[in-house]
């Protein structure tokens, strides 16, 4: 398994959770501002929808983690949506709830996931990066640039490596490697047999993307083109596995 790079591979539970308030507030703030802004890396959303997504995420996470589900919750298992109006507080609550009910539980409890790390670990990871990105999309829909954190930006690229290729049953047509050019991070991926297999390693493969941790980041989960990143090989090959990603 791949460990993590930069400082947020070391990152505590309650930093994380921290970074993932400070962003979800903002999040709520831009799109209650700009409900019917499209969100550009999300065609089918507005700020509304963007803010829509978000609550019932929140409000998931917290159902699993509180209940220490062994599943995704059923549709009867979520609250009524918020009504026109009151959009933002609905937001806010599921917040709250999903940073109350994460505070609440210890890390390395163990917990069902839909990844490979099977604890609260991944949820208080999943939650922090979730937020990330999506604040990205606020500030994209409202127009403004966005900070971000390089070793916060790796570990987002580290986790689609290490939490979700595994499970997609797409399978690219060539091995890749990805190189941070900021900080630690370098990462080959390949398919061998019916597995995915990913190496934190710098190795050659038939295609490559060079850039610094948020340029990855963006481009993986597709906030930016990939034409963003230094591209070796067939670029169209990148477009696979950052497919595969999302």
């Known amino acids: 398994m791949i460990v993590p790079v930069g400082q947020t591979g070391q990152m505590d539970h309650t930093t ?5 308030r400070k962003d979800g507030e903002r999040i709520i703030t831009l799109s209650t501002a700009n409900m019917e802004a499209p969100v550009p890396s ?48 609905g937001a806010q609550a599921a917040l709250d709830r999903v940073i109350a009910a994460m505070a609440a539980v210890e890390s390395g409890t163990a917990m ?60 690219p047509s060539g091995s890749f490697h990805i190189h941070r050019t ?23 493969g038939d295609a490559a993307a060079k850039g610094t941790g948020p340029e990855l980041m963006l481009a993986m989960w597709g906030r930016a083109p990939v034409d963003s990143l230094q591209v070796f090989g067939e670029a169209s090959l990148v477009e696979e596995w950052f497919a595969l990603c999302r």
Request: aromatic letters at 8%.
């Open 16 to 20: 994380r959770l921290d970074r993932a």
């Open 42 to 89: 999300c065609p089918d959303w507005d700020g509304a929808g963007l803010l829509s997504h978000l609550t019932r995420v929140w409000h998931m996470l917290a159902i699993i983690v509180e209940e220490r589900r062994e599943g995704f919750p059923g549709r009867d298992d979520f609250p009524p949506r918020p009504a026109e109006g009151e959009e933002a507080a």
């Open 112 to 171: 069902w996931s839909w990844g490979t790390t099977q604890s609260i670990d991944y949820f208080h990871r999943r939650l922090h990066l979730e937020n990330l990105v999506h604040r990205v999309d606020a500030e994209q829909m409202a127009g403004l640039s966005s900070e971000i954190d390089t070793d916060e930006a790796a570990d987002a690229v580290a986790e689609r490596f290490e939490e979700f290729v595994h499970a997609r049953p797409e399978r």
């Open 182 to 204: 900021d900080g630690d991070g370098e990462w080959t991926a390949k398919v061998k047999g019916d597995r995915i297999v990913i190496a934190e390693e710098h190795a050659k």
